[in-house]
């Protein structure tokens, strides 16, 4: 299978723990972005790579949050101090950015995490 | 005002049906629209890229209007694997997609 890959799937914690999440792109694409999808909700953006850097992060990502591409291949994703309200569905895509106008982006399958 | 807004639906129509979503987008700097298809609990998937001068994908058309902000789906002959929510997408600079909270249709025989 050569799409976007994400692990783990599931991921149940509690409150206070620290977890980590790992996504593994489409090989030849550069661009990777991390995303959180409530139910109900459509997914909302929360950081971006080219390569190995970091080029956005949206407000939602509070200081809780880290994300790395060390790479410029997988990355990780890092919630610590879990709260309730960080349960959600973590989706990792990747595009090949040889164009700024369409910017066609491939999903992961997702982890689900439930913090109790 | 959302960034982009979607009727929730949902949409229930028998096998066969033509269905219509709407869709409109807030920021005229938008340069790329598309819509994806999502299944419950499962990740989204990019159904068609949405191009100024329309497109059509099988029974799928799709329609952009930049004046009036507004990007549209037609589904023809709808199939019961047609069943999902339907995420409209606006992309500004080629960056984060910012999607609609997405539409409903269920298909039944």
């Known amino acids: 299978d050569t799409g976007v890959s994400q692990d783990p799937r599931h991921k149940i914690t509690k409150r206070g723990q620290n977890v980590t999440f790992r996504c593994d792109p489409i090989?030849?694409?550069?661009?990777l972005y991390w995303y959180r999808q409530t139910l109900g909700q459509g997914p909302e953006f929360l950081t971006y790579f080219q390569n190995e850097a970091q080029l956005e992060k949206s407000r939602l990502l509070s200081d809780r949050f880290s994300a790395e591409r060390p790479k410029g291949s997988f990355s990780t994703l890092e919630i610590q101090r879990t709260e309730q309200g960080d349960s959600a569905m973590y989706l990792c895509?990747?595009?090949?950015?040889?164009?700024?106008?369409?910017?066609?982006?491939?999903f992961g399958p997702g982890t689900r995490l439930t913090v109790l | 005002r959302k960034e982009v807004e979607q009727d929730p639906g949902p949409f229930n129509v028998p096998e066969g049906a033509t269905v219509a979503f709407n869709c409109t987008y807030s920021?005229?700097?938008?340069?790329?629209f598309f819509w994806y298809r999502q299944d419950c609990r499962k990740e989204p998937k990019l159904l068609m890229s949405?191009?100024?001068s329309g497109n059509e994908d099988g029974r799928f058309t799709a329609q952009l209007n930049r004046a009036s902000q507004y990007i549209s789906l037609l589904i023809r002959d709808s199939k019961l694997s047609d069943s999902a929510t339907y995420l409209c997408?606006?992309?500004?600079?080629?960056?984060?997609?910012?999607f609609g909270k997405g539409t409903t249709l269920s298909v039944s025989s």
């Open positions: 090989s030849e694409h550069n661009r």
């Open positions: 920021n005229s700097a938008s340069q790329s």
């Open positions: 895509a990747s595009s090949l950015a040889t164009s700024l106008r369409y910017n066609e982006q491939f």
């Open positions: 997408v606006v992309n500004q600079a080629g960056t984060a997609l910012i």
């Open positions: 949405v191009y100024s």
